[in-house]
T-cell receptor, first 114, second 112 residues
């Protein structure tokens, strides 16, 4: 029962470098999400995917791209990293329980951009 | 102005105290209200959720929603050091694509 698995857990980049954060879920959920968490800002939605083959922008999409590779996997790419993208990134998948959106989160990926 | 406001704390209480955590919101379309708990360097995990107004109890935890005041609360009875974490409120209007809007979280410390 792994739930949502994110890799890597930690990463340090230099400004302008690129990288991809990987996320996989084994709960057969249709919807998946990428959030970033910054002090005092809470969790802000970057991109989401309501189902395999679809992706949509969230609240803070600039500087990011996503790929919904299949039902299990949803990756987040930083093409040219900037110090403002230093954050903790969380992937989540969604189940609907009694009408409520219930998100299961991964453990997070802590990214520092120098 | 943020859609969901939450006092960041930290809130420090002695073991055994009753803790009250609160959020206010501005979007009257919100119908589902949730509380997530996040331990340091971990992902948030769902504690409980409620629909519309009213109370819901689960063990030592009680969630309360007052839609007329746009105010939600989480009460923790007989608080334990293991309750030390950041508590995030979250809410949504429906089961639509955009999922949840989160508060910024309140950090709670329960002193033994």
């Amino acid at each position: 029962n792994a739930g949502v698995t994110q890799t890597p857990k930690f990463q340090v980049l230099k400004t302008g470098q690129s990288m991809t954060l990987q996320c996989a879920q084994d709960m057969n959920h249709n919807s998946m999400y990428w959030y970033r968490q910054d002090p005092g800002m809470g969790l802000r939605l970057i991109y989401y995917s309501a189902s395999e083959g679809t992706t949509d922008k969230g609240e803070v999409p600039n500087g990011y791209n996503v790929s919904r590779l299949n039902k299990r996997e949803f990756s987040l790419r930083l093409e040219s990293a900037a110090p403002s993208q230093t954050s903790v990134y969380f992937c989540a998948s969604k189940a609907v329980s009694s009408g409520a959106n219930v998100l299961t989160f991964g453990a997070g990926s802590r990214l520092t951009v120098l | 102005q943020k859609e969901v406001e939450q006092d960041p704390g930290p809130l420090s209480v002695p073991e055994g105290a009753i803790v009250s955590l609160n959020c206010t919101y501005s979007n009257s379309a919100f119908q589902y209200f949730m509380w997530y708990r996040q331990y340091s360097r971990k992902g948030p995990e769902l504690l409980m959720y409620t629909y519309s107004s009213g109370n819901k109890e689960d063990g030592r935890f009680t969630a309360q929603v007052d839609k007329s005041s746009k105010y939600i609360s989480l009460f923790i009875r007989d608080s334990q050091p293991s309750d030390s974490a950041t508590y995030l409120c979250a809410m949504s209007g429906d089961t639509g694509r955009r999922a949840l809007t989160f508060g910024s979280g309140t950090r709670l410390q329960v002193q033994p």
